[in-house]
């Protein structure tokens, strides 16, 4: 237990989000429940029969490499152990992720009818927001002077700016008003609204305005960043907005705008203008 206890104390230190946090303190305490040796005594089989196991129960290849990682974790950063596991890591499909089009975001906004719960679904998709950075906001982060916010130790425990919509400045400004000197997004019990409400308001809404795609509140920051690219925005504009630390996270949404290749005319239609057909 010591050394789940100093692994959460390195992962703290160095930032790691709270998510990421409780999932490798999970797989390290299932890795022990398989095989419950002193960490210092733990070999390169012990770990690949464990991994055969999850690949047994059919565990996807996301589901592996963050099991590896998590041990890698633990045993190099936290016990100074070298590992030479030699795990080649399991490939994860590469799917784009689900965003929606300009109109099904205001059907979707539409089909709100909580004003709180609308404005944050509309926080979300005018400034990329992930759900835990909007309802995580308070009301000093705003500089409605400037039309920025700023989210505070977001992703990586990184301060970042966004921006704020014009057409949200006066209801945000009123939202602040009347949230005081705290959350921005409170419930009842004074704390920031739990996701699951996000989750649940999305789910509603999607199904109230006949929304077929699977979306989530995090399609709606997919929505910004691909609407962005399509009206003009170059990657490294759209970078720092999402708050990527890499530019090839960013490229994902070219990928997903048509609007990026719509320009681009088939050579055959220049064969064919050419009497070559």
Same mark, same amino acid.
Request: aromatic share 10%; proline share 5%.
């Given at each position: 237990m010591d050394a789940i206890y100093n692994m959460q104390k390195e992962m703290l230190r160095r930032g790691l989000s709270r998510k990421t946090i409780l999932t490798y303190i999970q797989c390290v305490r299932q890795f022990m429940r398989f095989?419950?040796?002193?960490?210092? &005594? *733990?070999?390169?089989? =012990? *770990? &690949? =029969?464990?991994? =055969? *196991?999850? *690949?047994?129960e059919n565990k996807c290849g996301n589901t592996l490499n963050v099991h590896v990682n998590a041990l890698k974790f633990l045993m190099e950063e936290v016990l100074h152990k070298r590992v030479t596991w030699r795990i080649k890591y399991s490939k994860v499909p590469k799917t784009l992720p689900v965003f929606l089009t300009k109109d099904e975001v205001l059907r979707l906004f539409s089909a709100v009818d909580n004003e709180k719960h609308r404005l944050i679904l509309e926080l979300l998709y005018s400034a990329g927001l992930r759900v835990s950075e909007a309802l995580n906001l308070r009301t000093i982060d705003f500089e409605f002077e400037r039309c920025i916010g700023w989210v505070r130790h977001g992703k990586g425990n990184k301060d970042r700016p966004f921006i704020i919509a014009e057409c949200l400045r006066e209801r945000l400004k009123k939202a602040v008003c009347d949230a005081g000197e705290d959350w921005l997004f409170a419930g009842r019990n004074g704390f920031p609204l739990h996701p699951r409400s996000v989750q649940e308001t999305v789910r509603d809404a999607a199904r109230k305005a006949g929304i077929k795609k699977k979306v989530h509140p995090h399609s709606l920051r997919h929505s910004f960043a691909t609407h962005l690219i399509e009206n003009g925005y170059s990657v490294s504009a759209v970078q720092p907005l999402m708050g990527h630390s890499s530019a090839e996270t960013t490229m994902v949404y070219v990928h997903m705008c048509p609007s990026a290749f719509i320009s681009v005319k088939s050579p055959y239609d220049g064969l064919r203008k050419e009497g070559c057909a």
């Open positions: 095989c419950p040796k002193e960490f210092m &005594r *733990v070999t390169s089989k =012990d *770990v &690949r =029969d464990y991994i =055969d *196991v999850l *690949v047994a």
